[in-house]
């Protein structure tokens, strides 16, 4: 049973960062490669990707977030990271990490659907 199991989520200020991590494991559909990717869901809005990152280096971060959000991963710890850099009050949400087929993220496929998902992390920014 694939399990992703996010952490890093927390409290800060505008203006600061945070390291989201998410560590998968069982990932045992992943013999052809994966598809991994971060999304977020604030209260009373729809669910939102955030970024993507498949098992052949490839990335893609969403237009509105690029230059503030990074994507990458530790092959050796089978872990899946999200940088989030100069932080708003906007980007308070539920983060999940998830996970899917290589071709997810090489159709785009990923932003409508994933396989696998995470419990979440909370981030909340203050002004």
């Known amino acids: 049973q694939v399990q992703l199991v996010e952490s890093g989520g927390g409290s800060v200020q505008a203006g600061g960062s945070l390291r989201l991590s998410c560590v998968a494991s069982?990932?045992?559909?992943?013999?052809?490669?994966?598809?991994l990717a971060w999304f977020r869901q604030a209260p009373g809005k729809e669910r939102e990707g955030v970024a993507a990152?498949?098992?052949?280096?490839?990335?893609h971060v969403a237009n509105s977030l690029l230059g503030r959000f990074t994507i990458s991963q530790d092959n050796a710890k089978n872990t899946l990271y999200l940088q989030m850099n100069s932080l708003k009050p906007e980007d308070t949400a539920m983060y999940y990490c998830?996970?899917?087929?290589?071709?997810?993220?090489?159709?785009?496929?990923?932003?409508?659907?994933?396989?696998?998902w995470g419990k979440g992390t909370q981030v909340t920014i203050a002004s």
């Open positions: 069982a990932m045992t559909f992943t013999t052809s490669g994966y598809c």
């Open positions: 990152l498949d098992s052949d280096g490839g990335s």
């Open positions: 998830a996970a899917g087929p290589f071709l997810r993220c090489t159709t785009g496929s990923w932003i409508h659907a994933m396989d696998y």
